[in-house]
């Protein structure tokens, strides 16, 4: 079992700036890829970021790439997401995720149904 919290959201004028952090419970971080999520209001949940157990590995929606980093210290049990160059269109709650690749180290996952635990989320509001 792994608990996921998510940490780091808020209100941020277009341009601006966020760090997203997501603390793991457990002592196996590294055999998890780990991903980010969002949901924007009336909207699905779309895949926003991933990266793979050892961290190696990393991939992006097309609309963050250079704008959002994703990165995660497995001695700390944490993943973040940098949020640069902020959007009205990126508000929405964000996710984090983990999805078991046991060894396979260099593995992610950009697809929900991979993910099998979730954090509660964290508001992201972009004002113009």
């Known amino acids: 079992q792994v608990q996921l919290v998510e940490s780091g959201g808020g209100l941020v004028q277009a341009g601006g700036s966020l760090r997203l952090s997501c603390a793991a419970s457990?002592?196996?971080?590294?055999?998890?890829?780990m991903g980010w999520f969002r949901r924007a209001p009336g909207k699905e949940r779309e895949f926003v970021a991933a990266?793979?157990?050892?961290?190696?590995?990393?991939y992006y929606q097309e609309s963050v790439k250079g704008r959002f980093t994703i990165s995660r210290d497995n001695a700390k049990n944490t993943v973040f997401l940098q949020m640069n160059s902020l959007k009205p269109e990126d508000t929405a709650v964000y996710y984090c995720a983990a999805g078991w690749t046991s060894s396979r180290g260099s593995y992610y996952y950009t697809e929900g149904h991979q993910y099998v635990y979730w954090g509660q989320g964290t508001q992201v509001t972009v004002s113009s």
């Open positions: 990266i793979s157990g050892n961290g190696g590995s990393s």
């Open positions: 457990g002592r196996t971080f590294s055999s998890y890829a």
